[in-house]
């Protein structure tokens, strides 16, 4: 039985070399227990922090996310997204008043933290517009202690589909005059917010409310399963502890 490899996306693609034919039962074992523990000192978790399962998918609420101040909030949809399970998020620009630039954040303890030990390398989410403008310029950004940093464009359309946003820091660009100390890894160990915004033009920041925003736009943008994606080998190892677990089961 082939060992299978995850992909840059954590999906399962490419066998590794190794064949578990030629192992005895107790020496997989032994290797597969040694990986995982490599990844928990290598890649420690805290309760409440982000990690490599955080997930918004809308199940049951909006999950937090939210633009602060008077206008109207992000909303729950209870129809089927691009997976078929019921509940999505949606959320509106205006062009004018509290809604005029698209924008929306999150400060909620599964999404700050240090995402570098947490080894995320990717953020993916599922994305289209509903109404309005489209496509639309779509990015990330982080605060930290290095200050805002915002991604590079993803162009999302009027059909629900998958946009992955890599956090490599070639990636991003520090956001002039939101303070800190300009620096990608700082914000990256040190994440106390995590914005989604939208919108034609550059990105500025806007220190009453401490947010970044882009130009102004009309329309409207669904949202489904923002998830964290992990680096391919900490991927890799928890799939050897998922066949470890089911090789266990199966033998009892």
């Avoid at 578990?20 to 227990?33: D, E, G, P, T, Y």
């Avoid at 000192?41 to 602060?68: C, K």
Wanted: aromatic fraction near 10%.
């Amino acid at each position: 039985m082939k060992i299978w490899q995850l992909d840059e996306g954590g999906v399962c693609s490419c066998p590794l070399t190794w064949t578990f034919s030629v192992l005895s039962n107790q020496m997989v074992q032994k290797i597969i227990s040694i990986c995982l523990g490599i990844l928990l000192i290598h890649r420690p978790t805290v309760d409440g922090a982000v990690s490599i399962t955080s997930v918004d998918s809308f199940a049951t609420d909006s999950e937090s996310w939210q633009i602060g101040g008077n206008g109207v909030q992000p909303s729950r949809v209870a129809l089927a997204g691009l997976d078929g399970q019921i509940g999505y998020l949606s959320h509106f620009s205006d062009g004018g008043s509290a809604n005029g630039k698209w924008l929306m954040w999150t400060g909620q303890s599964d999404w700050t933290g240090n995402y570098s030990t947490a080894g995320i390398t990717e953020i993916s989410l599922e994305a289209k517009v509903s109404s309005g403008t489209s496509p639309v310029n779509l990015r990330v950004a982080f605060d930290g202690s290095g200050g805002w940093f915002y991604s590079s464009i993803l162009s999302i359309g009027a059909n629900w589909d998958t946009y992955r946003f890599s956090l490599d820091p070639s990636n991003f660009t520090y956001a002039t005059g939101s303070g800190g100390t300009g620096s990608f890894a700082a914000t990256l160990a040190s994440v106390s917010r995590f914005e989604i915004l939208a919108g034609p033009g550059g990105v500025s920041y806007r220190s009453g409310g401490d947010l970044l925003q882009a130009g102004t736009s009309v329309n409207t943008i669904q949202f489904d399963n923002i998830r964290a994606i992990p680096e391919p080998a900490t991927g890799s190892l928890l799939l050897l502890g998922v066949l470890l677990a089911a090789g266990r089961r199966l033998r009892k």
